[in-house]
């Protein structure tokens, strides 16, 4: 085979057969996928290929191509677009540029092969190329013109089932002629699973087995699951028509010897998007602590960048069995718990019986009289709790600071590894632990007294919470910056950000709201992203937010400071009249209620303590960074153990440009299963649909009352532009996105739990929040008036 590598830019035409995936560049993602076939021995209709050479002269090579079509035999081909970026892992095109089929002759096929580079840059290809962050200048196109094979059967086979993820089956779409690939006409799916076909009408065995088979070896050669374009003839032979990678699916587990369940953790810090491989370390001890902390053991497992906890053997385990949907309906939420119920019922997760092992991990007896002695403390005297955890919080501020003598990059490495871990000290943690039981615990012994309703109403406008001091201190800075509000609404967020690190900035007090607030960022909990001080776009952002609220009656201040009393009013209301009804019960509930005002808020200061030492190891590792790449934040692409190896000479920067790749492109995923098998399956697309009516989506109300106002879809806090009411509509909240509560006029997310982060600062901020709503950021589009309604759960879109 001749190797055209070298002399690309001397090759208009080469034969199909001499494709393969070392010449994209050349020949387009179809063409090399074609190839590759040809080259793993699978039966291709024969064809050539028109390369991106030609295409970038701007003239088809009119003799090249005869000259190859008169090699075919003449008579009809097909004539497919072949782009560079095109078919590929990253992304499929499926059909967004043209392909012509029953070309004859060579006028007409000069015209399809025009026709074909005409659609590179159409308007479906070009609105595809944007939302997937390709530059449409580095994107070149190819042809491929194959010989025409006239289909009995035609189809796609998926070697992976796309719509469960389980990479143990396969699933085939099947129609006569072309009408699968051409969506001409009605189609019948069939998975088949070890060779046995279900779920739809079944074709005679032969050629099941024959597609299964096919699909085996297709998927062994590219090394993962593939999309394949095929075809049966007349004479009921096979042929593959293309190859791409399924580029849907979501990253697979790790590879097991028997099943097991993987339940995403991340949403439980208000996380979606993928955690660099820096911070999942970081990440992995901290869940792991927290787990532990409840008396269980999990593994924290990467997939897809997602911090997944493998709950395999809690769901073998009588003992623990009956704890999990508790816990999955308090920290993880509704749709969490939804799974588990329905793993618990599969036989193949049918409990060991052999429990000699019970509690392995519980607490000792030591620290559960700790917990129990800390709880008791902070609930008698929850003013003394407090000031003894403002005095820990600045103790670990102050222990955060990086010791001067760090000269060098290993020894700033020693300090990383030193420095990251510690766990939060008993005067931090217990009244913490105290306020969210004490918010808990009274809607179960109000049950037929009072709502969860009625309770959220008593734990709005709860003070000491430091996201919220930190959003009133944001919303301070912008009513103080409103000389400036000309500059600040119409230039760019990034455009100030760069001017005020550039000091070119006016004033604005933005300075001192740093110095406290400036180690915080969303996905904070990710030492891989950066700090508001390091680049201060979102809070430009949140500033130009508040300056566009012209209504004095919705100033956050105000409204924070009428929920209070309007709190305070609710829990007088509630202590008279649950003593008439529950005396000894009402009792509890209500010092518990008045214990909770006083100490709920601190839920956010193990967190924000935290941060400071994330803060400080951050800083070493870009100094590094900075001492090994180009970019320092490169450093945040490797482990520990590689960063010194790295240190010692090993070069590792196609390592971190691959991470940096992957990386990116997870960002762009808005799907993030709630649990996973082992074989790949989302296992909440196996349960029924919700049955939501016309308009009407259901999630579970967390924060009570009703508004009606255009909704505004939010991925990235750092560049949303919300207008004082909108509802803000997004996939999850960490503190980073707090800000935008503040003029939100509602709250609806896809994840989370109702004791989580933001449907919290929501009940604090006195707005409506509806969560774990399936699919809320593409069933819900910017501008649409939709109503929320937080004591039914239920988001209405206006017809």
């Not at 001409?184 to 032969?206: I, Y």
Request: glycine letters at 10%.
């Amino acid at each position: 085979m001749q190797s055209y590598c070298k002399r690309e830019a001397q090759v208009s035409v080469i034969p199909l057969a001499e494709a393969h995936a070392g010449l994209v560049s050349l020949v387009g993602g179809k063409a090399a996928g074609l190839g590759e076939l040809i080259r793993a021995g699978e039966r291709v209709p024969e064809g050539f290929c028109v390369t991106t050479e030609a295409y970038r002269a701007g003239v088809v090579p009119q003799d090249e191509v005869r000259a190859a079509y008169a090699r075919l035999g003449g008579g009809p081909v097909a004539v497919r677009s072949s782009a560079t970026d095109e078919d590929l892992p990253d992304a499929s095109f499926a059909g967004q540029h043209d392909t012509v089929l029953d070309v004859e002759g060579e006028a007409d096929l000069l015209v399809a092969i025009g026709t074909c580079w005409r659609s590179l840059h159409g308007s479906r290809a070009a609105a595809y190329r944007q939302a997937h962050g390709t530059d449409p200048a580095d994107v070149r196109m190819a042809v491929v013109v194959q010989r025409m094979v006239a289909p009995v059967r035609a189809g796609v086979l998926h070697t992976a089932n796309p719509v469960t993820g389980n990479r143990t089956e396969m699933l085939v779409e099947v129609g006569p002629g072309t009408a699968v690939v051409d969506g001409s006409a009605g189609v019948t799916r069939v998975v088949l699973a070890d060779q046995a076909g279900s779920d739809g009408e079944r074709p005679d065995p032969g050629w099941r087995d024959e597609l299964w088979a096919a699909g085996r070896r297709v998927q062994a050669h590219f090394g993962v699951p593939q999309d394949v374009e095929w075809a049966t003839d007349h004479d009921g032979t096979l042929w593959l028509l293309q190859s791409r990678p399924v580029s849907t699916l979501f990253p697979a587990p790790p590879q097991t010897d028997d099943l097991r369940v993987y339940v995403e953790f991340g949403n439980v810090q208000g996380m979606l998007r993928p955690v660099t491989p820096m911070g999942m370390a970081t990440l992995r001890r901290m869940i792991a602590a927290m787990v532990a902390s409840l008396g269980m053991r999990v593994e924290i497992v990467d997939i897809g960048g997602r911090l997944y906890g493998d709950l395999t053997d809690l769901v073998r385990r009588p003992a623990s069995r009956r704890r999990l949907v508790r816990l999955m309906a308090v920290d993880f939420g509704p749709r969490a718990q939804a799974v588990m119920e329905h793993v618990l019922r599969d036989p193949r997760f049918a409990p060991s019986g052999d429990d000699s092992r019970r509690r392995p991990a519980d607490a000792s007896v030591g620290t559960a009289l700790r917990a129990l002695r800390g709880i008791l403390r902070a609930l008698a005297r929850p003013d003394a709790a407090r000031r003894r955890l403002v005095a820990a919080v600045d103790r670990l501020r102050a222990e955060s600071a990086t010791p001067p003598p760090l000269r060098t990059a290993h020894e700033r490495l020693r300090f990383v590894r030193d420095h990251g871990d510690g766990g939060a000290a008993d005067d931090i943690t217990w009244p913490i632990v105290a306020g969210m039981l004490a918010s808990a615990l009274p809607a179960h012994l109000l049950t037929g007294v009072a709502t969860e309703d009625d309770v959220h109403a008593v734990l709005r406008g709860v003070p000491h919470n430091v996201t919220i001091e930190m959003d009133l201190a944001l919303w301070a800075l912008a009513s103080a910056a409103r000389p400036h509000r000309d500059l600040l609404l119409d230039t760019p967020p990034a455009e100030l950000a760069a001017r005020y690190l550039r000091g070119t900035l006016p004033e604005i007090g933005l300075s001192t709201f740093l110095s406290r607030y400036g180690h915080r960022a969303a996905a904070e909990a990710d030492v891989g992203v950066p700090r508001w001080a390091e680049d201060p776009t979102p809070v430009f952002a949140a500033v130009a937010n508040y300056l566009r609220l012209a209504d004095p009656a919705q100033a956050p201040d105000r409204r924070f400071a009428e929920a209070t009393v309007a709190a305070e009013a609710a829990l007088d209301g509630l202590a008279a009249r649950v003593r008439r009804r529950r005396p000894v019960r009402g009792r509890i509930a209500v010092f518990l209620l008045r214990r909770a005002r006083r100490l709920a808020g601190l839920r956010e200061s193990g967190k924000f303590a935290g941060l400071y030492r994330l803060r400080a190891v951050r800083e070493q590792l870009l100094l590094i960074g900075a001492t090994l790449f180009p970019t320092a934040d490169d450093v945040m692409f490797l482990t520990l153990d590689e960063v010194e190896a790295a240190l010692d000479g090993a070069d590792l920067t196609g390592l971190v440009a691959r991470r940096r790749a992957t990386h990116r492109r997870e960002l762009r995923r808005r799907v993030v299963p709630v649990a996973l098998l082992s074989d790949g399956t989302d296992v909440e697309s196996t349960l029924p649909a919700p049955a939501d009516g016309a308009g009407l989506l259901r999630g579970v109300g967390a924060a009570t009352g009703r508004v009606t106002g255009p909704a505004r879809v939010v991925t990235d806090p750092a560049t949303a532009h919300l207008e004082p009411g909108e509802i803000l509509v997004t996939a999850t909240t960490d503190p980073g996105w707090t800000p935008l509560f503040l003029t939100a006029g509602a709250l609806v997310t896809e994840t989370g739990a109702i004791m989580a982060h933001g449907p919290t600062v929501a009940r604090e901020y006195g707005i409506p929040a509806v969560i774990s709503v399936p699919d809320a950021t593409s069933r819900i589009v910017t501008g649409q008036v939709i109503t929320v309604d937080g004591a039914a759960g239920t988001v209405t879109t206006a017809r």
